[in-house]
Nanobody
Framework: QVQLVESGGGLVQAGGSLRLSCAAS????????MGWFRQTPKKEREFVAA????????VYADSVKGRFTISIDNAKSTVYLQMNSLKPEDTAVYYC?????????????????WGQGTQVTVSS
């Protein structure tokens, strides 16, 4: 079993920054990919960014490209999402997830484990 715990969410003004963290614990695995998704009450869960465990491969949604950066610290089993130039439309609950196939995926279904989510609210 794998536990994922997100942190770092909060309230920020438009143009501000936040850094989300997702710490994994429990089962150890040799290779994996991790992703960030977000969801609002009016929208389905949408892909934000993903990274392979090596850190060498990343993918971003067009809506966050150039503003968000995903990174990984394997020693700490933690993935980060640095969010800059935040906009009100970035307001959502952000979830991290791990895919044990180690393939970078932009859809939520293949991911094996999910965190509980952290709220990000961007005021205008």
């Amino acid at each position: 079993q794998v536990q994922l715990v997100e942190s770092g969410g909060g309230l920020v003004q438009a143009g501000g920054s936040l850094r989300l963290s997702c710490a994994a614990s429990g089962r150890t695995f040799r290779s994996y990919s991790m992703g960030w998704f977000r969801q609002t009450p009016k929208k389905e869960r949408e892909f934000v960014a993903a990274i392979r465990w090596t850190g060498g491969s990343t993918v971003y949604a067009d809506s966050v490209k150039g503003r968000f950066t995903i990174s990984i610290d394997n020693a700490k089993s933690t993935v980060y999402l640095q969010m800059n130039s935040l906009k009100p439309e970035d307001t959502a609950v952000y979830y991290c997830a791990v895919d044990l196939s180690a393939v970078i995926r932009t859809t939520s279904l293949p991911y094996d484990y999910w965190g509980q989510g952290t709220q990000v609210t961007v005021s205008s």
